[in-house]
Each structure stands twice: as C-alpha cells, then as structure tokens.
C-alpha cells in the first residue's frame, strides 16, 4: 500500500506540468504556433492511453504473478519485457504513418508540414516508459524520477525556445529525444541494478506480433475505448477560429491533468489488485472513498478559482463564456470517467476486457461516438461543441462498461 501511494501523490503532482506548459503558451503575444503544439499533445496524450493498454495490462499482471522483478529474476518476465519493448517498436511505428496521415489532412498540421512531421519524435519520448517492468520491482522510484525530469525537461526547453524565438514545434522534436535518450538511459540502469539480460532483434519482434495477434480484441477494446479522446483531438483541428481553440485549449488541459489523477489512479493501485494477497473489502472502500472526495474537491476547486485563471491570461472578455462552458462540460466527463473506475478493473482482473461480448458493446459505443462528434462538427462548428460530444461519449463508454459488468458478473455468480 505503501508503494501505491508514492506512486499515487508523486504522479499527482507530475501530471500538472501541462498546466504549466499552458500557462506559458497562452500567454505567447504570437499564438499562430501555438494550436498545433495543443494538437500534438492531445494526439500523444490518446497515443500514450492506447500504447498502455495494449501493452502493459497482460504484463504486469504476468510479472505480478511470478513474484515480481527481484535478483533472481524469472526467464518469463525477461522475455515480457524483450515483448514488451518489440510492441513498443511496432505501435510506434504504425502511429508514425497514421500521424503522417493527420499530417496532411488536418489544417492545423499541414501548414507548417516539416515541423509537424518532426513533432512525432516528441510523441515517442512522451510514451516510451517501461511502467509495468518498475511497479513489478521495488525501484518504482526511477519511474517517478524519469517521469519528473521528462517532464521538467520539457518545461525549460520551452522557456530556452521562447526567449531564443525558436519554433514551438520543432521545440517538441528536440524535447523527444531528450525524452527517449531518458527513457532508456533509466531503463539502462534498472537492467544493471537487476542484472537482466535483455535482448532485441528481428526474432522479438516477430514474437510480438504474435502477441499482439493473440491478444486481438483487448488490443482492438483499448482502440475502441480511445474513440472520445481520438474524436475530440481529430475534429478540433477543425475548428477555424484559432482563438477559440487556445481558449479550449487552457481548459481542455486542466480537464487533461484531473483526468491523469484517474489514470494515476488505476496504475498505482492495479499492481496492489494484481498480488497474491489481493485487497480486501473494507480496504477497498477505504481506497475508493478517498478517490471519489479527491475528484469532487478538485472538480469544484477548479471551477471557482477559474476567475483567477482568466485575469491571468488576459483572456477576451467574449472568450469567457465558452471557457467556462467547455471547462463544465469537461468537468463533467471526468466525474463521468471516474464512475467507470471500479468496473474498468473488475474487467481487466476478470479477463473481461478482451472477450467478444465486450468487443460488441464497444463496437456499439464507439459508432454512436464518431457520429456524434461528426453531427456536431458539421452543424456546429466550435470548441463547445466538441466537449459537449466529449462528455456524451464518455458517459455512453461508462453505461457499456456498466452493461459488461453485470453481465459477465451475473454469469460468473450463476455459474
């Protein structure tokens, strides 16, 4: 319990950097750059979400069940992780092509074409982290740190190229691959500290493939379950009124680091589901009580010092109301995301999350999604639009995950 919350607190307080990052941003004299840096962000945060789930969920629980990564670690989990990092390889490449694609098609890229394209090196840094392999050990610690340094990393190297008057975008290239030498400067220095021997070459990556072929529909659910996020970063560059989009884009963050306090949440206390001791009823409740006070008093918080936040930024008296609109609306979807919490991980405890009937529900609910989010696009063109889709969407995937639920435990309890 212990590790789950330094995990916790820790990530908690890493995860309000992009408010920062915003702070600086929307303050910029010069905003013509400044959408796009908003866009490639939510693209790697939607990035980072599906790269997780498609990745990590099996392993960790693999690694839990074998005793975790010790001195002795078990040949298992040393092919886990060689795995895992042939999935890495093989999800950043298909994202490089799709982010290629969004490139070309979407406004808010394509005007400045060879910038955006060297953008993705940032998406790579942004999610290339070996979470699973340190919260199965007990140096959970150089997860915290690298993850703290990432992010500081990115908010001097943005202050260096605002007063240099570099290009913002070209910026998210060189955080990148400050990023990733990081990443794998720490994962270095795990494998020594555990004396794994990791290997990497073409037969791992075929293994991978493997993998992910077997694991199909938990890769095909977790795509599905991005459908709001990637609706929301897709159609947003379609807004024309840049203005607007910065003003989203200020609430739109603070809607991004509350909601990292629900994925924080679910990182840090899976592994304690996952051990052999499991967590007892009582506990439980205990743990998911205080989440719930922390949502709502953060949740109501924002809401009444968001008049502080607006005199700061110096924001147009006519933006107000559609910052305050779309900030309740997306203070709505994360109280309609944390009700989706305690049946996400009975799921994922369960095995539920890679079965066909879960595929159907999610299927059913990311239709109903994209066309809500393409109905308000072509008829109503703007930011409060697009975070009156986000809360509908997220509200119909916690009602399928609720649908999920009982069914599968309904049929467990007969059974």
């Known amino acids: 319990m212990k590790k789950f919350l330094r995990v916790f607190y820790s990530q908690i307080f890493n995860s309000f950097f992009p408010i920062l990052i915003v702070a600086i941003l929307i303050g910029l004299k010069n905003k013509s750059d400044v959408a796009p840096i908003f866009l490639l962000l939510n693209f790697a ?19 839990m069940a074998a005793g975790g990564i010790h001195q002795t670690t078990a040949p298992s989990i040393t092919k886990d992780i060689e ?78 190229f605002i007063k240099l008057q570099y290009n913002l975008s070209y ?20 494998c020594k500290l555990h004396q794994l021997k990791i290997n990497f070459n073409l037969k791992t990556i075929q293994e991978s493939v493997s993998i992910i072929k077997k694991d199909a529909p938990l890769v095909m659910n977790s795509f599905l379950l991005m459908s709001p996020n990637t609706c929301a970063t897709f159609f947003i560059g379609y807004v024309k009124n840049t203005e607007l989009i910065l003003v989203y884009g200020l609430a739109e963050k603070i809607f991004l ?28 409740i205990k743990i998911f009580g205080g989440f719930y006070a922390c949502i709502a008093l953060a949740c109501v918080s924002i809401y009444f010092i968001s008049p502080y936040l607006l005199s700061y930024f110096h924001l147009p008296a006519s933006s107000n109301h559609v910052f305050y609109t779309c900030l309740f609306f997306l203070l709505a979807t994360i109280i309609a995301v944390s009700l989706n919490v305690p049946p996400f991980i009975w799921i994922l405890l369960k095995h539920q999350l890679n079965t066909a009937f879960a595929t159907v529900v999610l299927f059913v609910t990311a239709l109903i999604v994209v066309g809500g989010f393409v109905y308000n ?28 639920y009982f069914t599968k435990r309904n049929a467990s309890a007969s059974a």
């Open 171 to 190: 910026l998210m290239a060189f955080v990148g691959i400050g990023n990733t030498l990081m990443a794998i400067l720490f994962f270095r220095n795990f």
């Open 83 to 160: 795995h895992y990092i042939g999935i890495k390889t093989i999800v950043f490449a298909v994202g490089f092509v799709a982010w290629i694609v969004m490139c070309f098609y979407v406004p808010l890229l394509h005007q400045n074409m060879l910038a955006s394209i060297c953008c993705y090196t940032f998406i790579i840094g942004y999610n290339l982290n070996f979470y699973w392999v340190y919260m199965s050990s007990s140096k959970e610690y150089l997860f915290i740190i690298s993850n703290f340094f990432a992010r500081l990393l990115l908010l001097l190297l943005l202050l260096l």
């Open 257 to 284: 680091a509350f909601r990292a306090m629900l994925a924080v949440f679910v990182n840090s206390i899976y592994p304690v589901f996952c051990s052999k001791e499991g967590v007892s009823k009582s506990k439980a």
């Open 377 to 404: 696009t072509l008829y109503f063109n703007g930011v409060i639009s697009v975070t009156q889709s986000l809360w509908i969407a997220e509200s119909l995937v916690v009602i399928a995950f609720l649908v999920i």
């Open 45 to 63: 945060n939607v990035y980072l979400l599906f790269s997780d789930y498609s990745s990590n969920i099996n392993f960790l629980k693999n690694a």
